[in-house]
């Protein structure tokens, strides 16, 4: 399995919703990654997992709360989103971090309405 | 932290017109790593570069890694309409566990 699954594809949510993305890789690989993406605009890097544990928060707002239950999930727990949080959510792993090829996930398409 | 200048932001090309992008950095880079986003989809890894003077060719594809480990080009020769997309580079650090990507490069080409 070379791949990284994300679900759901496309999630359309309320301000006062609470909702969680999910992210499954079962490669081996120890390094998992949270990014933003909107139109136009590179990936951002939002949160570094390593062997499990959170190693980086790129001051990410704490409506987004980021939760790894083992070496193969890794979620992200959405609640009290603004519309301007909208954009392509992007999951990815890594042997090691930083270096390697990342593999990213298809990503899901988040509205905030 | 690292950051890389992406140019040029938009490219046109005719098919088989030839395709080049760069990355510029002020500082020393220790690896360099170069994606493709097709419209509507995600990064793709494509390769790494780690070695000051490195060239890596995929079929069409050329990646070099300039001798200061400042600067990278990505080179497609003789473009085909499934070159298009979105090719970013990128830099990561293993010491703090980030990459970091350019501004990306858009590629349109006219068949």
């Known amino acids: 399995d070379t791949e990284v699954t994300q679900t759901p594809k496309h999630l359309v949510m309320g301000m006062t919703n609470k909702k969680s993305l999910k992210c499954e890789q079962h490669?081996?690989?120890?390094?998992m990654y949270w990014y933003k993406q909107k139109a136009k605009k590179p990936p951002e890097l939002m949160f570094v997992?390593?062997?499990?544990?959170?190693?980086i928060n790129e001051s990410v707002p704490s409506r987004f709360s980021p939760e790894c239950p083992n070496s193969s999930l890794l979620n992200l727990h959405l609640h009290a989103l603004q519309p301007e949080d909208s954009a392509l959510y992007l999951c990815?792993?890594?042997?090691?971090?930083?270096?390697?090829?990342?593999?990213f996930g298809s990503g899901t398409r988040l509205t905030v309405v | 932290g690292q950051q890389v200048m992406q140019i040029p932001q938009y490219q046109h090309v005719q098919e088989g017109e030839d395709f080049t992008t760069y990355c510029n950095s002020s500082?020393?880079?220790?690896?360099i790593q170069w994606y493709k986003q097709r419209p509507g989809g995600h990064p793709v890894f494509l390769i790494q570069?780690?070695?000051?003077?490195e060239v890596k060719k995929q079929k069409r594809l050329t990646f070099q890694f300039g001798e200061a480990k400042k600067n990278s080009s990505l080179h497609i020769t003789a473009t085909q309409t499934t070159d298009v997309g979105t090719y970013f580079c990128?830099?990561?650090?293993?010491?703090?566990?980030?990459?970091?990507f350019g501004q990306g490069t858009t590629l349109q080409v006219k068949p």
């Open positions: 990815a792993s890594s042997h090691g971090q930083g270096t390697y090829g990342y593999t």
């Open positions: 500082t020393t880079l220790s690896n």
């Open positions: 570069l780690v070695k000051s003077g």
């Open positions: 997992y390593s062997y499990e544990k959170l190693s």
């Open positions: 990128a830099v990561g650090s293993s010491n703090t566990g980030k990459l970091i």
């Open positions: 490669m081996g690989h120890r390094a």
